[in-house]
C-alpha cells in the first residue's frame, strides 16, 4: 500500500475562506455570531430562494433537533423517518422522547417509499395516535419523491421535517432542495459539498420562524437586561470562524457540484459494459442531483459472483476508499425494537451497495487510479 489514500470525500477548499476567516479574528468577531454569520445565512437565502429563511447552526444534526421542536414534537409523539439513512437523522427523535417508526425506501429514488409512508400512518391512526411529523431524506443528493410524498403529507395534516443534509445543490423542477419541507435541513460537516469544518443549517419558510429556531439555538435567553429563561434553550449556533470558512465555500459550491455530477459520469461510463453492476441515478430530468456521493448496486448473480463487499476490500487494498450504504436505521441495534413499515428495500440497497469516492477534488492521476482498481478487479 505505497500509493497515498484517496478519500471517500474529503473537504475541498475554494482558497477564499482563510480571507473571511482573518477578518473575523482582525475584528474579534470570534463568537457564535458576526458578519460571517450574518452572511453565511444571506449567502444561503440568496442561493436556495422561494423566500427561504435560513439560521446558521452547529451542526445538521442540532438543526433536525430544532426542527422538531418547531413543529411540536414533544415526548410521547410518533414521528415517520426514512429507514435508508445516516442515525442522524433519527437520534434527534429520541432526543425529544418521541418515537421513531421507520419507513421503508422505493427502488426509483431509494428514499421514502409513498406507499409505505402511508400505510405507516393509517396503521399508526387506527392504533390511536397520530403521526406528529415526517422526517425525509435525500439520499447521497438524489431529491426524494417530492411530490407523492407531499400528497400523503398533506392528506393526513402530517408536517415533513425535509433532511437535505446530503443534498445542497440538488433540485426537483428547479426547486432547490432544502426548501421543499415545511422545515429543511442543511449540513456542512467535513464529507459535505461545502464544509464549514462542522455546522449546518435550518431552512424555514418565514423569518419569524427562522427567528424562533435562533433563540432556542441561543438558549433561549429571554428579552431581559439580566439573564432570564422560560423555555428550554441549546447552544447551537455556528460561530463567526466556522461561518468565514462557509462563505468561502459558497464561492466555489456551484463548481463542486459540477465535479461531483463528473464523477457521477465517470462511474457511469466505467461500469456501462460491465454486468451486473448499475450506478445510482436520478430516474427523470425533473430530478436534478448533486450526486454527492457516487453509489452503485452490485447483484453477485449477473457480476458472476462479484459482492459489493468483495470490491470494497480489493479497493481497500489500492488505499482507496469506499463504503457500504448506510444500515438501515430499523436494523441497528439502537432502534431496532421501534415499528418498521415496508418490505425490503432498505434492507437490499444496504446488503448491494457501495459508495464510491466522490470529492470534488479527485484528480486525473486519482481517477486513473480508480479506474484501473476496478477493470482489474472485473477482468
Given at each position: 500500500m505505497n500509493n497515498s489514500k484517496i478519500w471517500l470525500s474529503s473537504p475541498h477548499m475554494g482558497g477564499t475562506e482563510q480571507k473571511y476567516v482573518q477578518e473575523a479574528f482582525?475584528?474579534?468577531w470570534v463568537a457564535p455570531l458576526g458578519p460571517n454569520v450574518t452572511g453565511m445565512e444571506q449567502d444561503l437565502e440568496s442561493y436556495l430562494g422561494n423566500d427561504a429563511a435560513v439560521g446558521a447552526l452547529s451542526s445538521g444534526t442540532a438543526a433536525i433537533h430544532l426542527?422538531?421542536?418547531?413543529?411540536?414534537?414533544?415526548?410521547?409523539?410518533?414521528?415517520?423517518?426514512?429507514s435508508m439513512t445516516f442515525s442522524a437523522s433519527a437520534n434527534p427523535i429520541l432526543y425529544q422522547g418521541a418515537t421513531p417508526v421507520f419507513i421503508d425506501s422505493e427502488w426509483d429514488t431509494w428514499n421514502l417509499c409513498p406507499i409505505a409512508l402511508e400505510e405507516a400512518i393509517v396503521s399508526e391512526i387506527a392504533k390511536g395516535t397520530k403521526p406528529k411529523a415526517i422526517i425525509a431524506v435525500h439520499l447521497y443528493g438524489v431529491p426524494y419523491q417530492i411530490e407523492a410524498v407531499r400528497a400523503v403529507a398533506d392528506a393526513y395534516e402530517i408536517p415533513i421535517l425535509e433532511d437535505s443534509a446530503e443534498a445542497l445543490g440538488s433540485s426537483f423542477k428547479g426547486q432547490k432542495?432544502?426548501?421543499?419541507?415545511?422545515?429543511?435541513?442543511?449540513?456542512?460537516?467535513?464529507?459535505?459539498?461545502?464544509?464549514?469544518?462542522?455546522?449546518?443549517?435550518?431552512?424555514?419558510?418565514?423569518?419569524?420562524?427562522?427567528?424562533?429556531?435562533?433563540?432556542?439555538?441561543?438558549q433561549s435567553r429571554d428579552a431581559a437586561p439580566h439573564y432570564q429563561h422560560?423555555?428550554?434553550g441549546y447552544n447551537y449556533r455556528m460561530s463567526?470562524?466556522?461561518?468565514?470558512?462557509?462563505?468561502?465555500?459558497?464561492?466555489?459550491?456551484?463548481?463542486?457540484?459540477?465535479?461531483r455530477r463528473l464523477m457521477?459520469?465517470?462511474?457511469?461510463?466505467i461500469f456501462k459494459e460491465i454486468p451486473g453492476v448499475t450506478v445510482f441515478t436520478v430516474p427523470n430530468t425533473d430530478y436534478f442531483a448533486n450526486y454527492w456521493l457516487s453509489a452503485i448496486l452490485v447483484d453477485p448473480e449477473k457480476a458472476n459472483g462479484m459482492t459489493r463487499e468483495t470490491m470494497r476490500l480489493a479497493l481497500e487494498t489500492?488505499?482507496?476508499?469506499?463504503?457500504?450504504?448506510?444500515?438501515?436505521?430499523?436494523?441497528?441495534?439502537?432502534?431496532e425494537k421501534y415499528p418498521y413499515y415496508g418490505t425490503t428495500v432498505a434492507e437490499t440497497l444496504f446488503e448491494n451497495g457501495l459508495c464510491l469516492p466522490s470529492g470534488s477534488n479527485l484528480t486525473v492521476d486519482d481517477r486513473n487510479r480508480i479506474k484501473t482498481a476496478i477493470l482489474n478487479l472485473f477482468a
Open positions: 482582525d475584528t474579534n426542527g422538531l421542536i418547531l413543529l411540536g414534537v414533544q415526548a410521547g409523539d410518533i414521528v415517520l423517518c426514512q432542495c432544502g426548501t421543499f419541507g415545511d422545515i429543511g435541513v442543511l449540513s456542512f460537516n467535513g464529507n459535505k459539498i461545502i464544509t464549514t469544518s462542522g455546522g449546518g443549517a435550518i431552512v424555514t419558510p418565514t423569518a419569524a420562524l427562522k427567528e424562533k429556531a435562533i433563540f432556542f439555538a441561543t422560560t423555555e428550554i463567526n470562524i466556522c461561518a468565514g470558512i462557509g462563505r468561502g465555500q459558497m464561492e466555489v459550491l456551484d463548481d463542486h457540484v459540477e465535479q457521477h459520469d465517470f462511474y457511469a461510463t489500492e488505499n482507496i476508499e469506499s463504503r457500504p450504504l448506510w444500515k438501515p436505521m430499523h436494523l441497528q441495534p439502537i432502534f
